[in-house]
């Protein structure tokens, strides 16, 4: 892949780049750029991450007539080359060339919104400008169409010196021209149109005015108004129905996260128990069956029981944020989350963070404002992501009785559930207040929000996004989970004595446990348990699998009770209520800690945030215990 | 940052009636603010539209240059507004 010595003379320099021919992908916010990403390069893509800061970014290979590989890059939208966000100044740094590991691409692809082009051609000034072969692309053009607008693209490419093709990404009409325009890229050097000088423009408003001229060569019609956006948005932001739908939305992405996932939890859960009696039944008794049934088994496969309703929230995001109504959420929003200090903005990761925190962490880069990002970094992880429902079912299904409490629409179990995310929210509602009023305290920001035209998702688009997220999950169940899970199955069986592992509670494990039980005695908690809440420093869920071992190999001779068995024995009513409202503070989660060091660039505010949680998480489990221990 | 109210500038977009047109003015806002909104099509001379708002009245929804853009009724009051066309001087 490092023969790009075919390059020179005019075209930029290649020679020797690890990655081969890359291509830059740019344009606005909206233009469909995925989805003209995930036309080109399908299956053949994965997420990376640019050293030094930990924005997201898809690379892809289109394979070229000579078998070459060419690597397109999807860069972070961008209105302007004046970069304001974070997103913004990677794809600034690319396109000069100030990005190291990558260097100057070899080409740019310009995506612009065909229906809105004047407006778009504005950026296409200074990304011209930089002399790089570029192809512009005109997206949208079903809907230009349609909507009755039209362009020459002929006549643009003379106006701007470089070729044109007006495409459609979602029906993919038309994009046979983007990848002729890329093999072209690897085959020869292709060098910017020659002679065509392009004017530095300096002001936006001399921008817009060349932009506007150079539509009118283009001979460029706008399209008539989105009628059908319209008039969606006269019953989406209605003064009644509005908020209304905003809620309904808001609970069925909730309600179908709950019940939509189970049956596919209750058949993964299945078949990872069905696959670990069928592996020990195969493997003669020994130390290796008990590590890889108990441990492997018993420890990853709790986690990866979780990965249909993670994968479900995610696609829930994806079409609220692929059709548009996420824009309008975000500004229905606004007003709520300006009263504690916040932006609408903030909406959209603090909804993620329901599902994980770690993306939501890493959608904050869209606040342009800087401390309405630090805040919204801060409380993310208060809000009751999946990792820790596996805990939260577990100590519910054990000690709270389903006693219904309105019929049949809410049963006791339901509404202690509820209760445990509504207590996140406020912790991250009353941090957010805290943060305002004492560091992070400044006049009121900005907020701006475009909003798209409504768009029916592609179905492509999702299920791309979708596997990433399962990559990414099941990257983590086996690595960090499976790690913690062989290393606590080994602690739990050293040291040896007379040719046989100890006891569980004279096992390092076990005397790590009991080395922590009286700090955490008071909050009903014993040395079990103890095991569990270091364990969970790596991920909450890790909890479950950990105690799944401890009772696992603790009653290793008898038939083995099911977990909640063996919790009901261990814990008093208050001890597990304690450890519910432990897990909705306490930031047990080394990702999360490690994505906030890497999105705010430095240890402290993680360092801060840890302590902060994990003080609420000890005194809020005090107080419930002993309140408990009082009235019973 | 405390910003420098512009008396005798007349009328904001934070006055528009939902349906109203009118053209911009002047931004009377921090640098990196008005560069934002003029990237998004906010320029002196163009033609906005008072397109509606959230549930509440606030934000408002403005239709500038072939979008929808959702604004704080506190920025709209920073974007000053005229009935007329801005002459050539004031363009530049």
Known sequence: MSDSGSCHGAAPQTVNRKAGHYIALVGPPNAGKSTLFNRLTGLRQKVANFPGVTVEYHVGRVRDESGRDLFVVDLPGIYSMTPRSEDEKVTHDVLVGANLSLGKPDAIILILDSTNLQRHLVLAAPVLALGMPTLVVLNMADDLAARGGSVDPAALAKEIGAPVALISASTGEGVERVTHFLRGTGARPIAPAPKFVFPILQTLPARRRWAGRVGLQAGYTAPAPPEWTRRLDRVFLDAVAGPLIFLIVVLGVFQGIFTGAQPMMDGVEHLINWSGGLLGSYLPEGVFRSLLVEGVWGGVGSVVVFLPQILLLFLFIGILEDSGYLARAAVIADRTMARVGLQGKAFIPLLSAYACAVPAIMATRTIEDKRDRLATVLIAPFMTCSARLPIYTLLIAAFVPNTPLLGQFLGLQAAVLLGLYVLGFIAAVGTALLLRSSVLRHAKTMFVMELPPYRRPSVQTLLLRLMD????????????????????????????????????????????????????????????????????????????????????????????????????????????????????????????????????????????????????????????NQVWIAFR | MQLSFNKGGGETLAQLRTGDRAYLHRLDLPEEMSQRLMELGFLPGTIVVAAGSAPGGDPRIFRVDGSDIALRRDTASRLYISAQPLSEAELL
Not at chain 1, 472 to 489: C, D, K, N, P
Not at chain 1, 522 to 542: D, M, Q, Y
Not at chain 1, 561 to 581: C, F, N, Q, V
Not at chain 1, 608 to 620: H, I, K, S, T, W
Request: hydrophobic content about 50%; some cysteine.
């Open chain 1, 469 to 624: 997220r399962a990559v990414i999950f099941l990257q983590r169940a086996g690595t960090v989970i499976l790690l913690v899970s062989v290393g606590l199955w080994i602690l739990a069986h050293l040291p040896y004595e007379n040719g046989k592992p100890p006891a569980i509670e004279q096992s390092i494990a076990g005397q790590i446990g009991r080395a922590v039980e009286p700090v955490i005695l008071p909050l009903g908690f014993n040395w079990k348990i103890g095991i569990g809440l270091i364990t969970s420093l790596a991920a909450r869920e890790v909890i479950v699998g950990t105690l799944g071992t401890i009772y696992g190999i603790e009653n290793a001779e008898k038939d083995s009770p099911p977990l909640i068995e063996s919790l009901r024995k261990d814990l008093t009513p208050g001890g597990a209520y304690a450890l519910m409202i432990f897990f909705a503070f306490a930031m047990q989660c080394f990702s999360t800690v490690a994505i906030v060091r890497r999105e705010l660039g430095s240890w402290a505010w993680p360092t801060v945030q840890f302590a902060y949680m994990g003080f609420l998480a000890y005194f809020g489990a005090l107080l419930t």
